[in-house]
């Protein structure tokens, strides 16, 4: 990973996939709640998601399932 952040390696197309599904979400997250709780969430077991870390989901390729739980966090916030 050192060698993709110098730039002197690219990802494989699914690291670079799973990198760039985890940006969006966190991107997401962003906008309903702190920077700090961001990392926090994703590491945390959550019960939507049969008590796995959404880190874990996303590293399976489940970008989806992570994706509607942000979503109905999205729409909590305009509650």
């Known amino acids: 990973m050192n060698a993709w952040l110098r730039a002197t390696r690219r990802p494989r197309a699914e690291h670079r996939d ?13 906008s309903v709640m702190d920077d700090e709780q961001v990392g926090l969430w994703l590491q945390k077991p959550s019960v939507a998601l049969d008590d796995q870390r959404p880190l874990d989901v996303l590293a399976d390729g489940r970008y989806r399932d992570v994706s509607r739980v942000v979503a109905e966090l999205e729409n909590d916030s305009f509650s």
């Open 18 to 30: 799973r990198l760039l599904e985890l940006v969006a979400i966190a991107d997401r997250l962003t």
